[in-house]
């Protein structure tokens, strides 16, 4: 069955560092992959997506992801944080369940800024 | 990509009462999709409504407590009916396909 994994549930980091966002994802086709962000009182924002082709693609707000198939994963990166970025942030596979598409949404990662 | 206009924004309503959410889109769509975020969790697919058909309900959500409208390729609504505090949750609309979704602001419900 299609699942998606987000193995850190909060994340803290500085302003100004690096941040990595783990996602994995358990899908049998060629899956669709999304990471969305969701600020305090406010609906989920596209960030990117992969399809297919170049597996490292530019989102919205400097942030990127790789897909890598042999570790059926799909980080998300920023190679530097802002104080802006603290939210929740889902990852979701979109997968073809009983003939319908559907996203299949991650437990989400909280992610705090230290000033 | 479609904008979304949902409402109420927020709510907060006695046990035993209903309250319908509407979602209206800026084009029209083939199928609209609604979903429980319970507090501090995920995203669950409550439904998927397609227009001028019944809508189909995700396993643990059935049409009395949660039934759907979908009156024409803009509009839908959802009820959470004979609510009790565990109904407190956002609720979101959204529209799309794997091309990107797109989702409502959400509708905050507290149940007291």
């Known amino acids: 069955a299609q699942s998606v994994t987000q193995p850190d549930i909060h994340i803290t980091v500085s302003e100004g560092a690096s941040l990595e966002l783990r996602c994995n994802y358990s899908?049998?086709?060629?899956?669709?992959l999304f990471w969305y962000v969701q600020s305090p009182g406010q609906g989920l924002q596209l960030l990117l997506k992969?399809?297919?082709?170049?597996?490292l693609v530019q989102g919205i707000k400097g942030f990127e992801a790789e897909f890598k198939r042999s570790q059926s994963s799909f980080n998300l990166r920023k190679p530097s944080v802002h104080w802006s970025d603290a939210a929740e942030y889902f990852c979701?596979?979109?997968?073809?369940?009983?003939?319908?598409?559907?996203?299949?949404f991650g437990q989400g990662t909280r992610l705090t800024i230290n000033p | 990509s479609a904008v979304i206009s949902q409402k109420p924004s927020r709510d907060i309503c006695q046990r035993g009462t209903s309250l319908t959410i509407q979602c209206q889109v800026d084009?029209?769509?083939?199928?609209m999709f609604w979903y429980r975020q319970q507090p501090g969790q995920s995203l669950t697919l409550i439904a998927t409504?397609?227009?001028?058909?019944?809508?189909?309900?995700e396993s643990g959500f059935v049409i009395d407590k949660f039934p759907i409208s979908r009156p024409n390729l803009t509009f839908s609504t959802l009820t959470v009916s004979n609510m009790s505090p565990e109904d407190s949750s956002i609720y979101l609309c959204?529209?799309?396909?794997?091309?990107?979704?797109?989702f409502g602001s959400g509708t905050r419900l507290t149940v007291v």
């Open positions: 959204s529209v799309g396909g794997f091309d990107g979704y797109t």
């Open positions: 899908y049998g086709a060629t899956p669709y």
């Open positions: 992969y399809f297919s082709g170049d597996t």
């Open positions: 979701a596979v979109g997968a073809a369940i009983q003939g319908a598409q559907k996203l299949v």
């Open positions: 084009s029209q769509v083939t199928m």
């Open positions: 409504a397609n227009q001028g058909s019944e809508a189909t309900y």
